[in-house]
């Protein structure tokens, strides 16, 4: 197995907390090559036209002619700290996340987050008279969808109970911490992206309510990208056509009932044991598991 096979088996091993990630990350080390590249060459310019086509910009006429760009400022990111912090907080509140719902969620969650984001983003900008003073303001950063999937998961277990250093901390107190903290910094600086991580943070709480209800309001989304996915994976190739032969022999009358009773009896056994660890979250929470219910819990959560 050369070194792109083994890339491509890590990355297929991921849970898809760790591909979003890996995707961020990718990105911003490509963006630090090419500014190097650009550098040496003195070719700065081609390198601000490719970040215009992907950031997110104030004007809603140039928004009109770059529609993508609602979501590709998602994976951009202005420096280092900037990715950094995003990125820890994803890494968290992603696993937290994936103990409850699947990673087709989380991905709804993450990029609804980026739209709702972006277009609290597009409305201040073109709405409050303060910034109405000429300058080309643009966005870029996860931290619309970190907030839509942090503040999702603290609106479905509000009361999961979180080891910070000698403390125990409950995890909507979390999330009402960065939404205070966005709040008041929105006349201090960054109020457009401040404004933009509200915009996600609004959108995973009203997610939650809404599944709360029996409504998936990103079913539609999720269903879109089924078919985008469709259209890019690799049809089968139709095998031929083998004659098949009647085994004349007469089935075993236990096997077949037998190995379904034992798939459903495992099934139930596999449920019965979630039921229990996420009464014990409820309980006592997340960080009273053991290492053993942790990892089962994240894996039952991939299937």
Do not use: C
């Amino acid at each position: 197995m050369n070194f792109r096979d083994k890339i491509q088996h890590q990355y297929n091993m991921a849970g898809m907390t760790e591909k979003l990630i890996a995707i961020n990350v990718l990105v911003f080390v490509i963006f630090i090559l090419l500014r190097v590249v650009s550098f040496l060459f003195q070719a700065e310019g081609w390198l601000d036209l490719i970040r215009d086509w992907l950031i997110l910009p104030r004007q809603l006429s140039e928004f009109i002619y770059k529609p993508w760009t609602i979501i590709s400022y998602a994976f951009l990111h202005a420096d280092f700290w900037h990715i950094l912090s995003n990125m820890i907080i994803l890494y968290f509140s992603g696993r937290f996340f994936l103990t409850f719902f699947s990673p087709k969620r989380l991905l709804n969650y993450y990029f609804l987050g980026a739209i709702a984001g972006g277009v609290f983003f597009l409305a201040s900008y073109n709405i409050f008279p303060v910034f109405a003073d000429g300058k080309n303001y643009t966005l870029v950063g996860a931290s619309a969808s970190v907030m839509a999937i942090l503040v999702g998961v603290a609106a479905y277990s509000p009361h999961m109970m979180l080891r910070f250093f000698m403390f125990n901390i409950k995890l909507w107190w979390i999330a009402a911490f960065f939404v205070i903290k966005d709040f008041v910094m929105i006349p201090v600086e960054n109020p457009g992206g401040h404004i933009a991580h509200l915009g996600g943070a609004a959108l995973g709480y009203f997610y939650t309510t809404q599944l709360a209800q029996g409504r998936d309001i990103g079913a539609w989304f999720e269903k879109l990208m089924d078919n985008i996915s469709g259209i890019f994976s690799k049809k089968k190739k139709a095998t031929p056509f083998k004659k098949v032969y009647k085994n004349k022999r007469k089935p075993s009358g236990k096997r077949g009932p037998f190995s379904a009773q034992t798939s459903k009896s495992d099934q139930a056994e596999k449920q019965k044991k979630i039921d229990e660890i996420l009464d014990k979250i409820s309980k006592n929470g997340y960080e009273s598991l053991s290492k053993e219910e942790k990892d089962f819990l994240f894996n039952a959560g991939k299937d």
